[in-house]
């Protein structure tokens, strides 16, 4: 599956922003979506996933104020992001995985496909 992550950009501490992951294929509706973020010299932070059956799960730096959804109907994943923080901003990925266990649905490992990355700044 090929991915687009789209809806980055720049806000005050406090504001909302959508970001939104089109995928490609027939088979969206059996993958297990996820959001990744990445800033410079670190590694890759999982943020949150939804599974095919709409199972979700967050980060805990996260929960509370993002909500990940997903419209099979239209192949795309969304991720709502509500009460921003500075450090919230990252370059953030989408990613998809076929048959993603539960115990590994953290891991970017687990993820075969990903999308090119959006930018989301925050200011205080």
């Known amino acids: 599956v090929q991915l687009q992550a789209s809806g980055g950009g720049s806000v005050q501490d406090g504001g909302s922003l959508r970001l939104s992951c089109s995928a490609s294929?027939?088979?969206?509706?059996?993958?297990?979506m996820c959001w990744f973020r990445q800033t410079p010299g670190k590694e890759r932070e999982f943020v949150a996933v939804i599974r095919w059956n709409s199972y979700t799960y967050y980060s805990d730096s996260v929960k509370g104020r993002f909500t990940i959804s997903r419209d099979n109907a239209k192949s795309t994943v969304y991720l709502q992001m509500n009460s921003l923080k500075p450090e919230d901003t990252a370059v953030y990925y989408c990613?998809?995985?076929?048959?993603?266990?539960?115990?590994?649905?953290?891991?970017?490992?687990?993820?075969?496909?990903w999308g090119q990355g959006t930018q989301l700044t925050v200011s205080s």
């Open positions: 294929g027939r088979t969206f509706n059996t993958y297990t």
């Open positions: 990613a998809a995985g076929n048959g993603v266990i539960l115990s590994r649905i953290r891991i970017d490992q687990a993820y075969d496909s």
